[in-house]
């Protein structure tokens, strides 16, 4: 499903197209035939071309997506990690140039030379990618390819960004946004034994967080007032706050929801309304994650048994799955099948 011309999902943007299969070109790069790709709210944005003064997407056409699972169908010479019949996702963090003082850090998500899949014809919406074999992550022979799809974008964000809230035992955490991404936030926190406060403007979206092992749901509300009221009756202001709704009035509200001196992590664009100084309050950016840190999704997710909520689509329906998605149509996460 290539995009040629940015513009509203309505007018599916999306379109059928045949493009030369990627094949090996370097002796340490596989062949992924792509069993699912996840959709992620970014791909809406990039698609309608609200990110385009950021730069997204870089060029067209492109394949959009950038959570991806699949089946090694083809190694290079110099492979070691992976065998044909292997199973290997991608997160958007397709390459990084491993020189620069990110990388050295292992904070190659913030290298300023990454490729990021689904930013040129090499993307999730597709049939076939080729990766660099240190880019792509193992995964269990019998994990279903639309479970694991989503852990490589919405999984290692939420991962992430629980990381930085410095979670701990009994810290009380409220996570805004509960769909795709932060309904796998509730579960890494519940990891650590935190107090999950989710919050979500849709009943259904906190029915989920509810089952997921949130303590507290709380109904956002624009009302800020209200909101804090309700906040503070039900459990009293916040150690931390993660933000994963992309409006700024709740970026607003869940800094005005953390303690004094509390954090609060912004997983989304956007701006940052109103910050006081004199409350020592910290605020914190998050960037998907790390290959380190993607490794670590895949074996929380199989050893704690994290639920991935899905709901499976033919690929060629990529542009009203995305219509779905605007239109908040989509509980957990939409992966689109080749
Ligand atoms: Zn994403
Ligand atoms: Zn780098």
Redesign the pocket.
């Known amino acids: 499903m290539v995009l040629s011309k940015l513009g509203p999902i309505e007018t599916k943007p999306l379109k059928i197209t045949e493009i030369d299969k990627h094949q090996i070109k370097r002796s340490n790069e596989i062949l992924i035939k792509i069993e699912a790709c996840g959709v992620c709210h970014s791909q809406l944005h990039g698609i309608e071309g609200d990110w385009k003064d950021l730069g997204i997407p870089p060029t067209l056409p492109t394949v959009p997506g950038h959570e991806i699972a699949g089946k090694v169908v083809e190694v290079g010479n110099d492979v070691t990690k992976f065998k044909v019949g292997d199973r290997a996702g991608i997160s958007p963090l397709l390459e990084?140039?491993?020189?620069?003082?990110?990388?050295l850090e292992g904070k190659?998500n913030l290298?300023?030379?990454?490729d990021v899949l689904g930013e040129s014809l090499k993307g999730g919406y597709s049939e076939y990618v080729t990766v660099t074999e240190e880019f792509a992550t193992k995964l269990p022979h019998d994990m279903k390819p639309e479970y694991a799809a989503p852990l490589f974008c919405a999984g290692v964000t939420a991962y992430k960004a629980v990381k930085a809230s410095e979670p701990k035992k009994n810290k009380k955490i409220g996570i805004f946004g509960i769909g795709g991404v932060g309904h796998m936030a509730i579960q890494f926190a519940k990891i650590e034994n935190c107090k999950v406060i989710a919050i979500s403007r849709k009943q259904k979206h906190l029915d989920v967080a509810k089952k997921l092992g949130a303590s507290v749901t709380i109904t956002f509300d624009q009302d800020q007032e209200k909101f804090l009221k309700d906040l503070k009756n039900k459990v009293g202001f916040l150690d931390a706050a993660i933000v994963f709704a992309p409006a700024d009035i709740v970026t607003d509200t869940a800094i005005k929801s953390v303690k004094k001196g509390g954090l609060v992590v912004i997983g989304t664009i956007g701006k940052i309304p109103n910050f006081i100084a004199f409350e020592e309050k910290t605020i914190r950016g998050t960037l998907i994650g790390s290959r380190k840190d993607m490794e670590e999704v895949i074996r929380l997710a199989e050893e704690h048994n994290l639920s991935v909520v899905t709901e499976k689509y033919p690929l060629e329906q990529a542009n009203e799955v995305l219509e779905k998605l605007k239109n908040s149509q989509i509980e957990g996460r939409a992966v689109l099948i080749p």
């Open positions: 990084s140039c491993m020189k620069c003082q990110y990388c190659e290298c300023d030379s990454m």
